[in-house]
DNA sequence: GCCGTTTTCGGCCCGACTGTTTTCAGTCG
């Protein structure tokens, strides 16, 4: 049973008991060790089976709970989840997932209307029916209705970072533009750089709350006004994306920022911390809890929020509720790597295969971004799709880029060093797709997975280990395979590819392309605590392909990840170095 | 269900908005 079998697990019994209505601690509690489970990166198994480690160690882990995971481990079920999902029916879960619907609603709408499935719902809502019931009007169950229907729209899932990006830009500066703004900032999951991004939360400064308010909604992006106050609106703007926005005053602004760009676990951990030193912290701002009647004492600005409860400023990418309060405290916060620190571009493709855009074209656009070195990675021929490289065609495309970087260095003062490299591929039956002996020519080698990814862990987990020993192979190309939202990762045992690549000198990549990003933040996390290098590559396919680097910068920084532990925040000398050592 | 240099029992973050209530529960973030 894998550690994400058992989050989901934990996860579920949440939910079941949620809506038995039970204590909501011990819900949180359930959540919590879902969560907590979700980001160990190694088997429970390993823990259970090493004589000096305990899950009691783990941080909101009981007896109970600890009992529980040796349960699931022995024996792959749990007997109070079954227990449990014999007393709720299965309808509940889709019920729960509609917006304004809550455990307290829905259990009265199962004891009051028939209902099988969300069908069923919709229809007693058309029919009148839901606003009969007691604490149900006319306007809920309209809600209810278009919330349905809203919900039935595969198109509204979580957006990309990068396509949410957008939709960021466009509202702060629609917002700048109105007059009663003194200053607008997102927070939410997109200022911590979430892989996905589900709702976006803007903040606002000015005395002027309902002028804002106004401006907001008259929009021309704005869909439906969901809710508006005095403080708050949300609205749903493009793509169906809800859009919250706060209003607060200059002096609350920091803490207000904090609040607003969580993530929750951060605030609750935030919170109750203030609340042991005998402090407040709420959206306006941190304050007395003693005789002194609430004295207001930070909340400007985030760094005096966080000082007000003796810790260091948090990044917002680190705010998780992981290690960042231990960091903090200690002064052991890690100084995150930025874009600026980045040198040059590891894993990018050309018309020679699937790439879109010219070897010299490609150059061109790296000189522009600031780049000193690029390396050229295309396909190799078990790719057929893709028009994968054989040895002669590779040799070719070498010798265009000797040419290449000649002339670059001609025009005095050479602005970037293209590096002769490769994407070869990991074949299905083990081994590479091209020979040694044509490997240890090249510059840098990627080697990466791309068929066969149905096959066992054993399997994929061999495949990729003899690619991480292989002295000629400088880095694993997206390490899991997964594209967000469309396909989950090959079965891998990533902490063995992890401890592998440590000791052989690998790089592991993350695959700055914002539907792949792995490694993802947490196994990067595990990877650096066994100190692995990174290269952060944007796999760039054209030369816009080459400014998805940043959501690459975001991952590492969410793993917590310092330009020394990035390979490509070098200067080429001391690359090359790093690569002869390895061969 | 977890947790403890103020606690092994009694806490567990804090506030806004809506609809439906006639003072607040439910939901959300």
């Given at each position: ?9 934990f ?28 980001g ?13 480690r ?25 007997p ?11 309808v ?8 304004g ?34 604490g ?40 700048k ?9 997102a ?16 903040l ?7 002028e ?45 920022w ?79 790597i ?47 799709m ?22 670059l ?14 994407e ?13 002996e ?22 994929i ?55 792949r ?60 170095e ?6």
């Amino acid at each position: 049973m894998t550690n994400a079998e058992i989050a989901l697990i934990f996860d579920h019994v949440a939910d079941l008991l949620e809506y038995q209505g039970s204590n909501v601690f011990r819900v949180r509690a359930y959540r919590n060790a879902s969560r907590l489970v979700q980001g160990i990166v190694e088997p429970l198994a390993t823990i259970r089976d090493d004589p000096d480690r305990s899950f009691l160690d783990l941080d909101g882990i009981g007896k109970d709970l600890a009992k529980k995971l040796e349960t699931l481990l022995d024996s792959g079920q749990l007997p109070m989840l079954k227990q449990l999902e014999e007393e709720v029916p299965q309808v509940v879960f889709d019920l729960m997932r509609v917006p304004g619907l809550g455990p307290k609603k829905v259990k009265l709408l199962m004891a009051e209307i028939e209902l099988e499935s969300l069908d069923d719902l919709e229809k007693a809502c058309q029919d009148g029916r839901v606003s009969l019931l007691k604490g149900f009007g006319k306007k809920t169950e309209s809600t209810i209705l278009s919330n349905i229907a809203f919900a039935k729209n595969p198109e509204n899932s979580r957006l990309l970072w990068n396509e949410a990006d957008q939709i960021v830009q466009l509202v702060v500066k629609w917002m700048k533009e109105c007059k009663a703004v003194q200053q607008v900032e997102a927070a939410g999951s997109w200022r911590r750089g979430k892989e996905t991004v589900g709702d976006i939360d803007i903040l606002v400064e000015s005395h002027q709350p309902s002028e804002v308010m106004s401006h907001l909604v008259a929009w021309e992006h704005t869909d439906q006004v969901i809710v508006q106050g005095d403080t708050k609106t949300s609205i749903r703007g493009p793509r169906g994306i809800q859009i919250d926005m706060r209003v607060v005053a200059k002096e609350s602004f920091g803490a207000a920022w904090q609040y607003f760009t969580g993530s929750k676990e951060h605030n609750v951990r935030l919170r109750s911390r203030a609340k042991k030193l005998g402090l407040s912290i709420n959206e306006y701002g941190v304050s007395q809890l003693d005789q002194s009647g609430g004295k207001i004492v930070a909340g400007q600005s985030e760094k005096e929020l966080y000082k007000a409860v003796g810790l260091e400023w948090i990044p917002p990418e680190l705010r998780e509720n992981h290690r960042e309060f231990e960091f903090a405290e200690n002064h052991q916060l890690p100084k995150l790597i930025t874009i600026d620190d980045i040198c040059g571009d590891l894993h990018m493709h050309t018309t020679a295969t699937d790439g879109e855009a010219t070897l010299l074209e490609m150059a061109t656009a790296s000189i522009a971004r600031g780049l000193r070195y690029i390396a050229i990675t295309d396909h190799s021929k078990r790719v057929t799709m893709a028009r994968g490289l054989d040895d002669t065609r590779l040799y070719e495309q070498w010798e265009a880029i000797d040419q290449l970087n000649q002339s670059l260095a001609s025009d005095g003062g050479s602005p970037l060093v293209v590096l002769k490299g490769i994407e070869v591929d990991i074949l299905e039956k083990g081994g590479l797709d091209l020979s040694d002996e044509v490997l240890s020519h090249a510059d840098w080698v990627v080697a990466s997975l791309h068929y066969g990814q149905q096959q066992s862990q054993e399997q994929i987990t061999g495949r990729l280990l003899d690619a991480v020993c292989n002295p000629y192979v400088s880095c694993i190309g997206h390490p899991t395979g997964r594209l967000i939202n469309r396909r989950p990762a090959y079965k891998v045992d990533l902490q063995c590819i992890i401890n592998a690549a440590a000791e052989h000198g690998t790089c592991l990549e993350i695959n700055a392309n914002p539907w792949r990003l792995d490694l993802d933040d947490r196994c990067a996390a595990a990877a650096k605590e066994a100190e692995v290098k990174f290269a952060i590559s944007t796999d760039a396919h054209s030369t816009i392909g080459l400014d998805v680097m940043r959501c690459g910068i975001l991952q590492a920084r969410r793993a917590g990840l310092e330009a020394r532990d990035v390979v490509n925040t070098m200067p080429l000398s001391k690359l090359k170095e790093l690569i002869q050592k390895r061969h």
